[in-house]
Nanobody, 118 residues
Framework: QVQLAESGGGLVQAGGSLRLSCVFTGSTFSSRTLAWHRQPPGNKRELVAAITRGGRSSYGDSVEGRFTISRDNAKNTVYLQMNGLNPEDSAVYYC????????????WGQGTQVTVSS
């Protein structure tokens, strides 16, 4: 089966850092685009960062310069390093994956909670 599993969420103070991890189960990791999304309480889910099979990354405007997405193909793992956290970053963070030719992310993890206190 193809699965994603996030870890690394928790409670941090404003200005702190967290690193999220997401492990992919399957044989096609190196061929996939990977992404992190988040959904604050009562808000819509938004794209935070994405990384292509070739290692090219992109970010949402609200996290540009603070978050870094990376991947380790040997470990089938994608990471999200989050620095300079503020309460507006509090959300459930989800990883997702798709092939480059697909229009939508169809495979999602269960999510991990990130809470930033002031």
């Amino acid at each position: 089966q193809v699965q994603l599993a996030e870890s690394g969420g928790g409670l941090v103070q404003a200005g702190g850092s967290l690193r999220l991890s997401c492990v992919f189960t399957g044989s096609t990791f190196s061929s996939r685009t990977l992404a992190w999304h988040r959904q604050p309480p009562g808000n819509k889910r938004e794209l935070v960062a994405a990384i292509t099979r070739g290692g090219r990354s992109s970010y949402g405007d609200s996290v540009e310069g603070r978050f870094t997405i990376s991947r380790d193909n040997a470990k089938n793992t994608v990471y999200l390093q989050m620095n300079g956290l503020n309460p507006e970053d509090s959300a459930v963070y989800y990883c997702a994956t798709k092939f480059p030719g697909e229009a939508a992310y169809m495979i999602w993890g269960q999510g991990t909670q990130v809470t930033v206190s002031s």
